[in-house]
């Protein structure tokens, strides 16, 4: 059974720093993108930030500079480091393990809520 836990979240004020774990369970990495992805109150779920299993990295244009995705193939472990942290972050971020060449999947974490106030 594949299970993805994400952990990390909280209540932060801006400004500040959070880093979010996702650790994967019952699959491996190899060949797979994994990828944080958030959503907001009336908004659709949106791209946060993606690595490749070869460590390629991609970023929303929103968090460029300020939030670092990295992996541990050893740990099954993807990580999502947001500094400088404002409001407009604020979510349910949720962790996305996903493979488009043969075997495909596709699963997702059960999202962790990140609250940016003061």
């Known amino acids: 059974q594949v299970q993805l836990v994400e952990s990390g979240g909280g209540l932060v004020q801006p400004g500040g720093s959070l880093r979010l774990s996702c650790t994967t369970s019952?699959?491996?990495?190899?060949?797979?993108?994994m990828g944080w992805y958030r959503q907001a109150p009336g908004k659709e779920r949106e791209l946060v930030a993606t690595?490749?299993?070869?460590?390629?990295?991609r970023y929303a244009d929103a968090v460029q500079g300020r939030f670092t995705i990295s992996g541990d193939n050893r740990k099954n472990t993807v990580y999502l480091q947001m500094d400088s942290l404002k409001s407009e972050d604020s979510a349910i971020y949720y962790c996305?393990?996903?493979?488009?060449?043969?075997?495909?999947?596709?699963?997702w974490g059960q999202g962790t809520q990140v609250t940016v106030s003061s």
């Open positions: 019952g699959i491996a990495f190899s060949g797979a993108t």
């Open positions: 690595i490749t299993s070869g460590g390629t990295e």
């Open positions: 996305r393990l996903r493979r488009t060449w043969t075997p495909q999947y596709d699963y």
